[in-house]
């Protein structure tokens, strides 16, 4: 697993940022839970390139000839999450072209950001395409026969389903109802008025009320 970690010494509360190709093996040799600990690690391609970006940040806070820093988490983390952003890249595919050889090809750029060409052979096109018409054509006949139910027809009944007689549609089709939408709206209508009318403030006392409380204690 390569990548680019962060971890910090227990002891000394000193920062490194490193690179590995094989993070559960460095993990081990840092002693990863005993005297150091992990703050992120994140996965990525390039991982000599990213560290070197790293270093170049905090250069000013770098202990000579090292990998450790005088650096806290707060400084740290946002620049490893920066690195995740930029490495983490979504992939991009372009569209299949045909070469003057007749073979296809197209561009793809990976998550780390690295181009190639992807190339197909024209029967492995025409077999892909063959698969998208079919399954075309059975969400047609799916919704062909989901319309055919709203005709009239000879259909069976709602009370038996084995009887069958001439109906405008059929009975047994999903229904759409209308009054569940409004009665979750009117749901949601009351709650809101409920908590509303819990959140308002007490009535203050009357004014006759207050005077009769100052009399009260002038006695």
């Known amino acids: 697993m390569e990548g680019v970690y962060l971890i910090r010494d227990r002891q000394s509360g000193l920062h490194k940022i490193g690179m590995t190709t094989n993070w559960p093996n460095r993990r081990r040799r840092l002693e990863v839970g005993t005297t150091t600990t992990e703050i992120k690690f994140v996965q990525c391609k390039d991982s000599r390139k990213w560290e070197r970006v790293l270093h170049s940040m905090f250069k000013h806070k770098r202990l000579p000839q090292s990998e450790w820093f005088r650096i806290t988490e707060e400084e740290a983390i946002p620049k490893m999450n920066w690195l995740a952003s930029k490495t983490n890249q979504q992939m991009i595919i372009g569209n299949w072209r045909r070469a003057a050889a007749g073979n296809y090809y197209r ?3 990976s998550s780390s950001g690295n181009w190639y060409t992807q190339q197909r052979s024209a029967h492995d096109i025409r077999r892909e395409q063959e698969q998208i018409l079919e399954s ?3 969400s047609q006949e799916v919704q062909a026969k989901t319309d055919a139910r709203k005709e009239a027809g000879y259909w069976p009944t709602k009370a038996d389903p ?3 007689e001439w109906q405008p549609s059929d009975p047994t089709r ?3 109802n209308i009054w569940i939408p409004i009665a979750i709206l009117l ?3 009351l709650l ?6 819990s959140d308002k403030e007490e009535p203050k006392p009357r004014q006759e009320t207050k005077q009769i409380q100052q009399r009260a204690q002038s006695f």
Do not use: L, S
């Not at 809101?192 to 009318?197: E, L, Q, S, V």
């Open 162 to 164: 084995n009887k069958i």
């Open 107 to 109: 561009r793809r750029r």
């Open 136 to 138: 075309w054509i059975r």
């Open 187 to 189: 749901g949601f209508v």
């Open 192 to 197: 809101a008025n409920i908590a509303g009318n």
């Open 174 to 176: 999903p229904q759409f």
